[in-house]
């Protein structure tokens, strides 16, 4: 089945840094484009950024544009989403998803919470 393990996830204060991972199995990884969402209290789930499948092109929410990488290394079956500048408003549950074989996957969510 294919599955969808997220870490790296906690307590950071603002301005700080984090990097989220995400290791897949279960598909043709080197295939699959790639995202993380996030999703805060009481608001909708949102895109936060997204890779091909080579790695070759990025496209990120504008509220973390030039604070927020997305890559991946096919070789270890992981993407990763390295958060820094980390602000209030980035308190999230974020997930991994995935798309294969014509279905969307989800990891379980991983929690970031930003302190002042």
């Known amino acids: 089945q294919v599955q969808l393990v997220e870490s790296g996830g906690g307590l950071v204060q603002a301005g700080g840094s984090l990097r989220l991972s995400c290791t897949a199995s279960?598909?043709?990884?080197?295939?699959?484009?790639m995202s993380w969402y996030r999703q805060a209290p009481g608001k909708e789930r949102e895109l936060v950024a997204v890779?091909?499948?080579?790695?070759?092109?990025?496209n990120y929410a504008d509220s973390v544009k030039g604070r927020f990488t997305i890559s991946r290394d096919n070789a270890k079956y992981t993407v990763y989403l390295q958060m820094n500048n980390l602000k209030l408003e980035d308190t999230a549950e974020y997930y991994c998803?995935?798309?294969?074989?014509?279905?969307?996957?989800w990891g379980q969510g991983t929690q970031v919470t930003v302190s002042s």
């Open positions: 279960g598909f043709t990884f080197s295939r699959a484009a």
């Open positions: 890779i091909t499948g080579t790695g070759g092109s990025t």
């Open positions: 998803a995935a798309v294969a074989s014509g279905l969307n996957y």
